[in-house]
Structure formats: structure tokens, C-alpha cells
């Protein structure tokens, strides 16, 4: 009896496997609109064979490639003569989507055994040949969307271009494999993601678009401003730091990954490991982000002497680093006056050349922003005067520090 039971359950699951519905998959063959047949097909899926969800999935197709053509054929007629006969644009842009859609379901089924248990696809190389210029035209579809600040449908139909370029369907279509435009585009629907909130799409669509020549940089900073719109808990945090860290480790050189980790360990008050990770940066890629945050480090250890050597060397790769210039100039302050009540109160020769030393660098500071717009100057050089006992020039300050 256990064995018969056994039988029967086999027979039913192979039943089930070559379901046909031979009434559903003939209305669905008949239908006349796209809507009308997405609804049947929605309906009846699960009682159709793989033969037949192919065959349905096709008809979809057939019938968003009549709709595009018909108003395509509308819009590069206009063209060609100067025309300007009314078509549906939109209708033409959401057809090549629900085209190419259908086209990676059938290719699915179409790939299965048939009722007959063989793999005989009869849809894929009809559909890889006439999908790929309606493809192409999810760049426009992408960027009227933008434009009109429709970003939902933007991602949608950017992103619908970047994800097909790695469907098997295409994988023999040389147009699909070596496209060119695919780190633009995975940039525009990262934008277009980050725009619309979708943080998680944007983060992986500025993935995609990391290698591309024109966008990498950009998308790198959408990538790394989604990354951090997601930090909502500790398992956020514990992936943003994953995954900076494995774009830190791709390219040590890149000064942004090196600087988000200073920032993450900063946050999370892991101060040992900041320190290793900046000890270990300025010894083996030295750059001037990182001498500037070894200074940083130092200053708030209050490592002066330190801090001003490192800051020194970032000032030696770029001199125009004014952050790095007034933090110089606060250590070279400070620095002389440990030296100063080392010494009871007695401005050493040591201490008086650190000051002007600030004093040369306050002023340069004061040269290039005036008005204050980037570094609050006036108050470390009154204290460099005050300290160095040049009344006059501190004097002179008065009216400025608080401001």
C-alpha cells in the first residue's frame, strides 16, 4: 500500500510539472491588447506548461513590439519629414519596456523542457535579434523621465537597461555584450535612484558604474552617500564598514576610502585602530590626506611637535591645503606654550620662533581669505601676538575676535 501511495504521489508531482491549459494558453494567443493579455497570463500561469508560459510570455512581447513600432514608426517619420503628426511618446517608452520585460520571462521558460520533456527553444533568437534597438531606446525613455523630475520611472527604465545587458538572452549579441554606454547609463540610474530615496538602488547601480572613465568618480560619491543614508542599524553599520573597507582594500591610493574609514573609526571611538590605519597609510601610500589626518591624530593627543611635522609634509604636497595651514599654525601656538610654562613663564628663543613661525602662516591664511569665508583666523593670531608680546598687532585684532 506504502508503495502504491509512493506511485500515486510521483504521478501527481509529474502531472503537475507538464501542467497544460490548453482553453487559457488559446485566449491568451487570441488577445488583441497588451493589458488584456498581461492580465491573462497573470491569471493562469500556474496552470500552464513551460511550452505555454513561453508561448505567453512571446505574445506579450508581439503585442508591446506592435505598439512601439506604431508609434515609432509615427516619430521617425516626423523626422525624416518635417512633420509633426501626433504620436504617443510615453506609450512608445513604456511599450519597449514591457517588451523587453517579456522578453527575459519567455526566455526563461523557453529554456525548460517542454511538454515533451526537451529543451526546444522557439522565442530566443526572434526576441535577442529585435529587442536590442528597443533597448537602446530606454536611454531616451531614462532621460525624458529625468528631466521631468519622474524619477521612479527614470530608475526603471535606466535600470532596466543596465540589468538586461547581462541577461542570457543576449549573450550572442555583440550590440548587448560590448556596450559602451552601460557605465553612463548604470551612473544616470544611480542618480536617478538616489534622487527618487532608493538608496539601496542607487548603491548598486553606482557599483556598477564604479569602472566607467566618465562617471566612476561621481558615482563613487552616490555610492558612498547611499551607503551612508542606510545607516539606520548596528547591521547597517556593520556593512557600510564591510564595504568600505573592501574599496579601501581594492585601491589604497584612493584618498576617500581612507578618509570614510578615519571617519567611521572616529565615530565609533575605535581610536587604536584609527591610529594603525593612518601610521600604516603614511608609511606605505603617503599622500597629503594622509599626513593631514596623522596631524589631526597627533593634535588631539596634543602630540604637537608630531602634529606639526605631519602637518608640515602634508603643506609640502599641496600648499594650498589652508585647512592643514591654520591647523599647523594652532599646533605652533600651542607648542610654544608648553614651552613657555615649561620654562615658569619665560618665552624661550624656542618658543618665540614657533610664534612667528604661526605668525607667518596666520598671515598668509589672512591673504588668501580675508573675509573669513573658509578659516576663522582672527583669534589664533591675536594669540600668536599676545604670545610673542606684540601688543600693537594684537591690538589691532581686537575688534575682529569673537566675530
Same mark, same amino acid.
Given at each position: 500500500?506504502?508503495?502504491?501511495?509512493?506511485?500515486?504521489?510521483?504521478?501527481?508531482?509529474?502531472?503537475s510539472?507538464?501542467?497544460q491549459?490548453?482553453?487559457?494558453?488559446?485566449?491568451?494567443?487570441?488577445?488583441?491588447d497588451?493589458?488584456?493579455?498581461?492580465?491573462?497570463?497573470?491569471?493562469n500561469l500556474?496552470?500552464?506548461?513551460?511550452?505555454e508560459?513561453?508561448?505567453?510570455?512571446n505574445?506579450?512581447v508581439?503585442?508591446?513590439?506592435?505598439?512601439?513600432n506604431?508609434?515609432?514608426?509615427?516619430?521617425?517619420?516626423?523626422?525624416?519629414?518635417?512633420?509633426?503628426?501626433?504620436?504617443?511618446?510615453e506609450?512608445?517608452?513604456?511599450?519597449?519596456?514591457?517588451?523587453l520585460?517579456?522578453?527575459?520571462?519567455?526566455?526563461?521558460?523557453?529554456?525548460l523542457?517542454n511538454?515533451?520533456?526537451?529543451?526546444?527553444?522557439?522565442?530566443?533568437?526572434?526576441?535577442?535579434?529585435?529587442?536590442? $534597438?528597443?533597448?537602446?531606446? #530606454? @536611454? %531616451?525613455?531614462?532621460?525624458?523621465?529625468?528631466?521631468? +523630475?519622474?524619477?521612479? =520611472?527614470? !530608475?526603471?527604465?535606466?535600470?532596466?537597461?543596465?540589468?538586461?545587458?547581462s541577461a542570457?538572452l543576449?549573450?550572442?549579441?555583440?550590440?548587448?555584450?560590448?556596450?559602451?554606454?552601460?557605465?553612463?547609463?548604470?551612473?544616470?540610474?544611480?542618480?536617478?535612484?538616489?534622487?527618487?530615496?532608493?538608496?539601496a538602488?542607487?548603491?548598486?547601480y553606482?557599483?556598477?558604474?564604479?569602472?566607467?572613465?566618465?562617471?566612476?568618480?561621481?558615482?563613487?560619491?552616490i555610492?558612498?552617500?547611499?551607503?551612508?543614508?542606510?545607516?539606520?542599524?548596528?547591521?547597517?553599520?556593520?556593512?557600510?564598514?564591510?564595504?568600505?573597507?573592501?574599496?579601501?582594500?581594492?585601491?589604497?591610493?584612493?584618498?576617500?576610502?581612507f578618509?570614510l574609514?578615519?571617519?567611521?573609526?572616529?565615530?565609533?571611538?575605535?581610536d $587604536?585602530?584609527?591610529k594603525? #590605519? @593612518? %601610521?600604516?597609510?603614511?608609511?606605505?601610500?603617503?599622500? +597629503?590626506?594622509?599626513? =593631514?589626518? !596623522?596631524?589631526e591624530?597627533?593634535?588631539?593627543?596634543?602630540?604637537?611637535?608630531?602634529?606639526?611635522?605631519?602637518y608640515?609634509?602634508?603643506?609640502?604636497m599641496?600648499?594650498?591645503?589652508?585647512?592643514?595651514q591654520?591647523?599647523?599654525a594652532?599646533?605652533l601656538?600651542?607648542?610654544?606654550?608648553?614651552?613657555?610654562?615649561?620654562a615658569?613663564?619665560?618665552?624661550?628663543?624656542?618658543?618665540k620662533?614657533?610664534?612667528?613661525?604661526?605668525?607667518?602662516?596666520?598671515?598668509?591664511?589672512?591673504?588668501?581669505?580675508?573675509?573669513?569665508?573658509?578659516i576663522n583666523?582672527?583669534?589664533?593670531?591675536?594669540?600668536?601676538?599676545?604670545?610673542?608680546?606684540?601688543?600693537?598687532?594684537?591690538?589691532?585684532l581686537?575688534?575682529?575676535?569673537?566675530?
Amino acid at each position: 500500500m506504502k508503495k502504491i501511495m509512493l506511485m500515486a504521489a510521483a504521478a501527481f508531482i509529474a502531472v503537475s510539472a507538464s501542467a497544460q491549459n490548453p482553453a487559457a494558453a488559446k485566449q491568451i494567443k487570441g488577445a488583441k491588447d497588451y493589458q488584456s493579455a498581461l492580465g491573462l497570463v497573470n491569471s493562469n500561469l500556474q496552470s500552464l506548461s513551460n511550452d505555454e508560459k513561453a508561448a505567453a510570455y512571446n505574445k506579450l512581447v508581439d503585442l508591446a513590439m506592435d505598439k512601439f513600432n506604431k508609434e515609432q514608426n509615427v516619430m521617425l517619420t516626423n523626422q525624416v519629414t518635417k512633420k509633426n503628426d501626433p504620436y504617443d511618446k510615453e506609450g512608445m517608452y513604456e511599450a519597449a519596456k514591457n517588451a523587453l520585460n517579456a522578453a527575459l520571462e519567455c526566455y526563461k521558460y523557453d529554456q525548460l523542457p517542454n511538454a515533451k520533456g526537451k529543451v526546444a527553444p522557439k522565442f530566443t533568437k526572434k526576441n535577442a535579434d529585435r529587442l536590442p $534597438a528597443v533597448r537602446n531606446t #530606454l @536611454i %531616451n525613455a531614462g532621460q525624458d523621465a529625468y528631466n521631468d +523630475k519622474k524619477f521612479e =520611472a527614470a !530608475k526603471e527604465f535606466f535600470g532596466l537597461y543596465v540589468d538586461s545587458k547581462s541577461a542570457p538572452l543576449f549573450a550572442e549579441i555583440p550590440a548587448v555584450k560590448d556596450d559602451q554606454f552601460y557605465g553612463q547609463i548604470a551612473y544616470f540610474a544611480a542618480l536617478a535612484a538616489y534622487n527618487n530615496q532608493d538608496y539601496a538602488s542607487a548603491s548598486k547601480y553606482s557599483g556598477e558604474a564604479l569602472g566607467d572613465k566618465e562617471s566612476g568618480k561621481d558615482a563613487m560619491d552616490i555610492k558612498i552617500l547611499s551607503m551612508k543614508a542606510q545607516l539606520k542599524t548596528k547591521e547597517d553599520s556593520v556593512k557600510y564598514l564591510s564595504d568600505i573597507k573592501a574599496l579601501y582594500e581594492k585601491d589604497p591610493t584612493d584618498e576617500r576610502m581612507f578618509s570614510l574609514l578615519v571617519e567611521y573609526y572616529t565615530s565609533v571611538k575605535d581610536d $587604536a585602530t584609527k591610529k594603525n #590605519l @593612518i %601610521n600604516t597609510q603614511v608609511a606605505n601610500h603617503p599622500s +597629503k590626506m594622509a599626513w =593631514a589626518l !596623522k596631524g589631526e591624530s597627533d593634535m588631539g593627543e596634543q602630540k604637537w611637535a608630531e602634529a606639526v611635522d605631519a602637518y608640515k609634509k602634508s603643506l609640502a604636497m599641496d600648499p594650498e591645503f589652508i585647512q592643514v595651514q591654520f591647523n599647523l599654525a594652532l599646533c605652533l601656538n600651542n607648542q610654544a606654550i608648553t614651552l613657555k610654562d615649561a620654562a615658569g613663564g619665560t618665552l624661550t628663543a624656542e618658543a618665540k620662533a614657533l610664534l612667528e613661525e604661526s605668525i607667518a602662516n596666520l598671515n598668509q591664511i589672512k591673504e588668501k581669505d580675508p573675509n573669513r569665508e573658509t578659516i576663522n583666523w582672527p583669534y589664533t593670531l591675536y594669540q600668536a601676538y599676545y604670545l610673542i608680546g606684540d601688543e600693537a598687532k594684537a591690538k589691532e585684532l581686537e575688534s575682529l575676535v569673537g566675530q
